[in-house]
């Protein structure tokens, strides 16, 4: 009866083990998915926004064309300053086919040091063509800011993954009150057992 009551209490202490090792190695899951989800929402909202401000930027030089083409560079300097309003975007110049400047907006020179990766806050240039037919007038050029929190979305984004991860704890933790409730019941059910 000792040796039963033994290896009873062998069993169950392995098999505790293991439900301790498959819920560790659950959190781990869920955690390790969350964090992923996360890294890979956020890459994709930036891919987007970058698609929609190249898009923009194809947009805006041909307009630059035409102020360029009709020697309209009131115009044109009244374009860079419009562009500079955009929340995304640091700074604007417009050059020239030779790469002189020709318009250029108020923060296009602290610009210039901030394209080290070693900055808190580093810009993402993109540069596009400004083109009449075949001929190359110039070029237009912005400076993007690689800020997660201005992207459309990133805070929607930062609660849902929030909370996803809330909902995933508590569904761990209910299922452990319901496993510890349902053992605390057999254990009482096999002590109030009638002996035969």
Request: aromatic share 10%; proline share 4%; hydrophobic share 45%.
């Amino acid at each position: 009866m000792q040796h039963h009551s033994l290896s009873t209490y062998r069993s169950s202490s392995v098999i505790t083990l293991l439900q301790l090792a498959l819920a560790v190695l659950g959190i781990w899951f869920i955690l390790h998915s969350w964090s992923s989800a996360r890294a890979e929402g956020q890459l994709v909202l930036q891919q987007q926004n970058q698609l929609l401000m190249r898009e923009t930027l194809t947009a805006l030089s041909h307009t630059a064309g035409y102020l360029l083409e009709n020697d309209q560079l009131d115009g044109l300097i009244q374009l860079t300053a419009q562009i500079a309003e955009n929340p995304f975007l640091h700074d604007v110049v417009v050059y020239d086919a030779n790469g002189v400047r020709l318009s250029w907006s108020e923060a296009n020179t602290p610009a210039r040091l901030m394209y080290s990766p070693e900055q808190s806050l580093p810009l993402v240039p993109m540069v596009e063509e400004i083109r009449v037919g075949e001929q190359l007038l110039g070029y237009i050029k912005i400076s993007m800011l690689h800020d997660k929190s201005l992207f459309p979305g990133y805070d929607f984004w930062q609660q849902l993954m929030q909370q996803m991860l809330g909902l995933f704890l508590l569904t761990a933790a209910i299922g452990m009150l319901i496993k510890r409730s349902f053992y605390h019941f057999a254990e009482r059910y096999q002590a109030n057992r009638p002996h035969l």
